[in-house]
């Protein structure tokens, strides 16, 4: 069995200041992490992601998280936020290592708000 | 990137009727697809995944009586809401994925039973 919990249902920072999403995960396996963001009326798309390799992992748009076992944690950062990152993200898992065999385990979502 | 398409974006439909949602990926062969449901302010939670020329395999506590799928091609999947209900009004997410790890992932379709 795995799941996911997105500690942080709301986030909110000002434009330019640091972005902290937290994000606690189990699983029976050793898992691949995920996170996805969710723009108003557009599909997910995949921020990044974590296979067993290196356990900090860059992905897009300048956003980073870090694979912590002895945390049980895969926390998403941003040193400095951007208007355009206002969206919905949710951090997933999968119980393979493959990522794709089966299908994701969602956390509830952090709907990320940028103050100007 | 990989593009998967939905099929109405919206829809609008009578409570009692059928509702049928398209899931295309417009340029790779899926291999495996999912379908997902989402309630307003809330996660997804998988409902079935689905290989291309078989049975789907639903979650627990999803209905394959109701919720309808079909994967006859490698690039399009359908999921139909028989007898739809009030209910049953969401958003429904599909993925696709290829030879690859990857999960794409359409634009949805909101759904309201009326």
Same mark, same amino acid.
């Given at each position: 069995?795995?799941? !996911?919990?997105?500690?942080?249902? @709301?986030?909110? !920072?000002?434009?330019? /200041?640091?972005?902290?999403?937290?994000?606690?995960?189990?699983?029976?396996?050793?898992?691949?992490?995920?996170?996805? !963001?969710? #723009?108003?009326?557009?599909?997910?798309?995949?921020?990044?992601?974590? /296979?067993?390799?290196? /356990?900090?992992?860059?992905?897009?748009?300048?956003?980073?998280?870090?694979?912590?076992?002895?945390?049980?944690?895969? #926390?998403?950062?941003?040193?400095?936020? #951007?208007?355009?990152?206002?969206?919905?993200?949710?951090?997933?898992?999968?119980?393979?290592?493959?990522?794709?065999?089966?299908?994701? /385990?969602?956390?509830?979502?952090? @709907?990320?708000?940028?103050?100007? | 990137?990989?593009?998967?398409?939905?099929?109405?974006?919206?829809?609008?439909?009578? *409570? $009692?009727?059928?509702?049928?949602?398209?899931?295309?990926?417009?340029?790779?062969?899926?291999?495996?697809?999912?379908?997902?449901?989402?309630?307003?302010?809330?996660?997804?939670? %998988?409902?079935?995944?689905?290989?291309?020329?078989?049975?789907?395999?639903?979650?627990? $506590?999803?209905?394959?009586?109701?919720? %309808?799928?079909?994967?006859? *091609?490698?690039?399009?999947?359908? %999921?139909?809401?028989?007898?739809?209900?009030?209910?049953?009004? *969401?958003?429904?997410?599909?993925?696709?994925? $290829?030879? $690859?790890?990857?999960?794409?992932?359409?634009?949805?379709?909101? %759904?309201?039973?009326?």
């Amino acid at each position: 069995a795995q799941s !996911v919990t997105q500690l942080d249902s @709301h986030v909110s !920072v000002s434009e330019g /200041t640091p972005v902290l999403l937290r994000c606690n995960y189990s699983s029976s396996y050793s898992p691949s992490l995920f996170w996805y !963001v969710q #723009h108003p009326n557009k599909g997910l798309q995949l921020l990044l992601k974590y /296979t067993s390799a290196a /356990t900090l992992v860059k992905g897009i748009n300048g956003f980073e998280a870090e694979f912590k076992k002895s945390e049980t944690s895969f #926390h998403l950062t941003k040193p400095s936020a #951007h208007m355009s990152d206002a969206a919905e993200y949710f951090c997933v898992v999968s119980a393979y290592s493959g990522g794709g065999a089966d299908g994701l /385990t969602f956390g509830k979502g952090t @709907h990320l708000i940028i103050q100007p | 990137g990989a593009v998967v398409s939905q099929h109405p974006s919206r829809v609008i439909c009578k *409570s $009692g009727t059928s509702v049928k949602i398209e899931c295309r990926s417009l340029d790779f062969q899926a291999t495996t697809m999912f379908w997902y449901r989402q309630f307003p302010k809330q996660s997804l939670m %998988l409902m079935a995944t689905s290989n291309e020329g078989s049975k789907a395999t639903y979650e627990q $506590g999803v209905e394959k009586d109701k919720f %309808l799928i079909n994967h006859a *091609s490698l690039t399009l999947s359908t %999921l139909t809401v028989t007898s739809a209900h009030p209910e049953d009004s *969401s958003f429904y997410i599909c993925s696709a994925k $290829g030879q $690859g790890w990857e999960q794409y992932f359409g634009p949805g379709t909101r %759904l309201t039973v009326t």
